[in-house]
């Protein structure tokens, strides 16, 4: 290991003297195949010893082995084979872990899920413009996995609050009749504003449903600031309310 | 009746444009007639549909935006390889300037193409045009590109240009220069201002010292753009509850005092003649809800706040949200009326129950003496004036919302808290 350092060190510097000595211009003879070890070099050092690109790292480090080992660019072309592509893919995993335990962490289930499957499918694509579309593709549909993934409009208890004061105030009789009257109207205000989140939602994905499962879920069930208690017994009401 | 021409121009301008910048470099091929046939069913959508909110659900669910552009990429990446291959297949000079200049076009491309959108922004902002210079920081994006052609240009190899932006950060400063330290400053200044609740503030802090610490720790100054993007993340995950139970609280004290407010008031002599209640058709009947239901409902909205939160009513103005908001100058009653309502008040709004005379003829004197404002209900908008006109120019807050007034009230400023 320190031997292989030494060597990368001593390269380096033997390059860079090489360069210092020579005006940058074309009019100099380049050796590309010594410029171009230098350049994936460089590359394998930037990762090197970041334990988050491990596999990036290695990957680079297989590119930069293949290359030195080469006396000519076209005994390189002929030796590369998919290491680009595997360089690339790599990056795409240590990329994807890195967010995978953030969102593990802060129990961010929907992104930690995409990442899974990018994860997963990254190892099957056979060239880069595959693996490009493919986690185009995931990224897509993680932003209607987003979109749909809402607990509104329970999160906003005002409705069920509403509700509640006018059927359960203390008032003079003669206002009673009017105050059902408006808890009737809060009432269909609940369901249309349940209908309107499926309508919407429906636009994202067809057959969305509201899912009163996710309230309890830690993502949405952490924004809600109510006891257990407060929370079951609101579910209850509106589920009477939409016949659910 | 198709989605609002307007709204489609605006989604689907930029992949038109996309789209001729392709045509008009004369490339073509599967890939472009893929890009040409998803355009065209975005176009077609846009004529079919009549609702924007399912127009859009459409086109991401039929992943039309990256169908597009992951063909772009593939016509664009194809027009590359063929520029660069028009020699004998042998890596020489003519090749590795080819593939420098076919690099360094790019950049010029990308440098041209902020400078339009960035034009087109301001057209869009018409007499405030000159906020986009303050808003958009394209500049320090632009001179890391410029560096990057003034360095591709200098008559380096390519090989030895892809290291240099390596060794000299250049691909992390084109990566980082996103999220800068003066746009995240501008949006604590922007926070500080407003001092809506202490967590947004905390908020925009934390993400300046991310941003700081990242930077520091890079040789070129500029943070890591994933590691920052998923700092900022757990930042807003850390305080989003916090902020939630603060406003909820919140809400409970202010809808409290607007209650007290309406029942004290309700029994004044002038009632029937001043707004909410001169508004109604039946002043006076609506006088009198208000005076016989009110207690009711805020005693049900008490127990709702006592079961979420285990406060009484009282206790709800003990919160840190009452003294925050009296602080910044957010509280719409002056000091002495609030003490009022929620000292004196507030024990007698009982269901059924009528308030004692003295407290109505107190609530009549303030009324009359003009007493139950906060003198300096203006200050937050004074002190958002201030933070605006640092960055837009002196006197551009007035010009653009009106000067900020201020309230006539005979009631002495706010000092302290005293529940």
């Known amino acids: 290991m320190f031997l292989s350092f030494v060597y990368y060190v001593s390269m380096w510097l033997n ?8 005006p940058l211009n074309f009019t100099n003879m380049i050796n590309y195949l010594e410029a171009y070890k230098q350049y994936y070099f460089l590359r394998m050092k930037q990762r090197e010893g970041n334990e988050d690109y491990c596999n990036t790292y290695a990957a680079e480090k297989m590119l930069f082995d293949i290359i030195n080992s080469c006396t000519t660019l076209e005994e390189f072309k002929d030796k590369i084979g998919s290491a680009n592509e595997q360089v690339a893919m790599a990056l795409v995993i240590d990329e994807q872990n890195i967010r995978l335990r953030h969102y593990e962490e802060i129990k961010e289930t929907v992104k930690a899920a995409c990442c899974r499957r990018i994860l997963d499918k990254v190892k099957p694509c056979k060239h880069v413009s595959e693996l490009i579309t493919m986690v185009n593709e995931e990224q897509n549909l993680l932003n209607i996995e987003i979109t749909t993934d809402t607990i509104y409009p329970f999160a906003d208890m005002l409705f069920l609050e509403n509700l509640e004061i006018w059927e359960q105030s203390e008032i003079p009789a003669a206002y009673k009749e009017k105050y059902a009257a408006y808890a009737n109207e809060e009432r269909t205000s609940i369901e249309s504003a349940y209908a309107a989140i499926e309508k919407e939602m429906n636009n994202w994905q067809p057959g969305w449903k509201f899912s009163f499962e996710k309230i309890d879920k830690e993502k949405h069930r952490r924004l809600l600031p109510y006891s257990n208690e407060v929370i079951a017994t609101q579910k209850q009401l509106t589920q009477k309310i939409l016949h659910k | 009746m198709p989605v609002d021409k307007m709204i489609v121009d605006a989604m689907l301008g930029t992949f038109r444009n996309m789209l001729q910048e392709c045509r008009d470099k004369n490339l073509s091929g599967g890939d472009l007639d893929i890009m040409a046939s998803t355009l065209a069913r975005m176009e077609h959508l846009g004529i079919e549909m009549d609702d924007t909110g399912a127009y859009s659900g459409m086109l991401v669910q039929e992943g039309l935006f990256m169908k597009f552009s992951d063909h772009y990429s593939k016509v664009l990446s194809a027009a590359a390889q063929q520029s660069g291959s028009g020699n004998s297949g042998v890596y020489d000079e003519a090749a590795d300037k080819q593939l420098l200049q076919n690099t360094l076009q790019a950049y010029r491309d990308a440098v041209q193409r902020i400078k339009e959108n960035k034009s087109q922004v301001k057209e869009k902002m018409g007499n405030h045009a000159a906020d986009a210079d303050v808003l958009f920081k394209d500049k320090i994006i632009i001179d890391a590109i410029e560096q990057l052609i003034v360095l591709g240009e200098s008559g380096v190899s390519y090989p030895l240009f892809l290291s240099q932006l390596i060794e000299k950060g250049l691909d992390k400063a084109l990566e980082g220069s996103v999220t800068t330290g003066e746009s995240l400053q501008y949006l604590l200044d922007a926070a500080k201002a407003t001092s809506a609740n202490p967590y947004l503030i905390k908020k925009e802090e934390e993400k300046l010292v991310l941003q700081k610490k990242h930077a520091a720790e890079s040789s070129i100054n500029v943070a890591d753009s994933l590691q ?35 029942w004290i008031t309700a029994y004044c002599s002038f009632a029937p003649f001043i707004e909410p209640w001169a508004a109604t058709k039946e002043p006076k009947e609506a006088v009198k809800e208000s005076q016989d239901c009110v207690p009711g409902k805020l005693r049900t909205w008490e127990k709702i706040n006592n079961r979420y939160f285990g406060l009484s009513a009282k206790e709800l103005f003990l919160h840190p949200s009452f003294a925050w908001d009296v602080e910044h100058h957010w509280m719409y009653w002056s000091q002495e009326y609030a003490e009022f309502l929620v000292n004196e008040v507030l024990p007698a709004c009982i269901p059924f129950q009528q308030p004692a005379a003295n407290l109505i003829a107190v609530a009549e004197k303030m009324h009359t003496d003009n007493r139950k404002i906060n003198p300096n209900i203006h200050q937050p908008s004074l002190r958002y004036a201030t933070f605006f006109n640092s960055y837009f120019g002196e006197g551009e807050f007035a010009k653009r919302y009106g000067e900020t007034k201020k309230v006539i009230s005979n009631a002495a400023a706010w000092a302290s808290v005293n529940f």
Request: hydrophobic residues 35%; aromatic residues 16%.
């Open chain 1, 15 to 22: 390059f860079k003297a090489d360069l210092d000595r020579q």
């Open chain 2, 228 to 262: 920052f993007q998923l700092g900022c993340e757990k930042i807003e995950w850390t305080h989003e509850p916090d902020i939630i139970k603060w406003n909820k609280i919140k809400q409970g004290w202010e809808k409290t005092l607007f209650w007290l407010d309406e």
